[in-house]
């Protein structure tokens, strides 16, 4: 078995990946940059490619929003054009005939968040409810005011990692947008810092300004909470099967761990979800990852609602499986994406869903 990475060389989940590679006692796989994939390198040919998380580089966030210039440090810019040219960047993957393990038209969809709502509500997924496209702050106050809605989460649609994203709430005398922008006269930037703006007229230019690169729209859904924290999961579905589990505990609406919320405990989730609610959540997780069938694992951030009687999917990453310090089975998740194409279940997977060239897909509606 002959495996190339697609990404950044001496990043963390290249080097996580290759150690599960060698451990496997396969040939250590080549490392494919990104950045000479988007300067024009001669794609693979042949083997088993993994295409990897392009973030994290500055060079390469360059080349996908093909700015002559780099982005200041946290700085939003050119989310739209980055995301155009990582599908660019798939396709030219694709172009040199291995075989991918995370289909580009599967990427596509889950970076872009309307397209991937999309998708799961016409599978019958549990989600929020969306709003129609808005283009600016008047368009989302007309549209939650006609929907009856008080609370929303306004996502960037082809952001990252809570990068951008306003928990919005409307109240009789104030508003009030819990996000990690940081505000400024020249630029959105994010940070590892949750603010909390109540000034209307600031609200709205954050808003407009990100308008521009596409906005998806949620429902604020109550999440069910473990003592005084609120509670969700990033699930990671490998080969249509839910292996590895996260708890995210926060004190605010935004749970990502990187903006210093805790690991909660997976097994007293599973209590409080009890042996009923959980089979039926990991089921839709199932169902998530049907909908991608060309793709070795996806990232499901999972909800349960308040009273516990209800789940939710908030998103599906493409790129979800940086998952560090959780075993199951004594593997880890790069670790155990390895065993499904070992052991032959990633093949045997693809098969009952339909995976390959053609366009239909077996269990999902979309």
């Known amino acids: 078995m002959r495996l190339t990475v697609v990404g950044n060389p001496g990043n963390r989940r290249v080097d996580m990946f290759t150690r599960a590679v060698l ?23 042949g083997g088993l490619v993994r295409v990897d998380s392009p973030g994290e580089d500055p060079r390469v966030d360059r080349l ?34 291995a075989e991918l393990l995370n289909r580009p038209e599967d990427v596509a969809v889950l970076c872009d968040k309307r397209r ?34 008080s609370r929303v989460f306004v996502k960037p649609a082809h952001g990252s ?27 959105l930037f994010n940070s590892l810092r ?48 839910p292996t590895h589990t996260v708890v995210r505990a926060a004190r605010g609406p935004l749970t990502n761990l990187h903006l210093g919320n805790a690991r909660g405990d997976l097994a007293e989730l599973r209590d409080a979800v009890g042996s009923q ?45 940086l998952l560090p310090g959780v075993l199951v089975d004594g593997r880890d998740s790069y670790a155990e994406q390895v065993h499904a194409l070992t052991s032959g279940r990633w093949q045997r997977w693809r098969a009952t869903v339909g995976a390959g060239p053609a366009r239909e897909v077996i269990g999902c509606g979309a």
């Open 277 to 321: 609610g959980w089979s039926a959540a990991m089921e839709t997780c199932e169902r998530v990852a049907a909908c991608f069938p060309g793709s070795l694992h996806v990232g499901v951030d999972l909800m349960f609602l308040v009273g516990w009687r209800r789940h939710a999917v908030a998103e599906v990453n493409a790129f979800g499986d």
């Open 161 to 187: 990692s809570a990068a951008g994203v306003i928990a919005f709430a409307v109240g009789p005398r104030q508003v009030q947008a819990i996000t990690t922008i940081e505000h400024t006269p020249e630029a």
């Open 23 to 45: 451990a496997a006692g396969l040939p250590q796989p080549e490392v494919l940059p990104w950045a000479e994939v988007l300067a024009g390198a001669a794609p693979p040919s």
């Open 116 to 149: 991937c709502h999309a998708r799961l509500s016409a599978a019958g997924v549990p989600v929020p409810a969306a709003l129609p496209p808005v283009g600016g702050y008047a368009q989302l106050r007309a549209a939650m005011a006609a929907n009856g809605w």
């Open 64 to 97: 996908l929003r093909r700015s002559a210039t780099a982005a200041r440090h946290g700085e939003l810019v050119g989310l739209a054009d980055a995301y155009a040219g990582l599908v660019d960047g798939m396709a030219r993957v694709a172009a040199g005939g």
């Open 194 to 241: 949750v603010r909390r703006y109540t000034d209307e007229s600031e609200v709205a230019v954050i808003v407009d300004r990100l308008a521009p690169d596409g906005l998806h729209v949620e429902r604020w859904l109550p999440k069910a909470g473990l003592g005084d924290r609120v509670v969700d999961a990033r699930v990671l579905v490998v080969a249509g099967r």
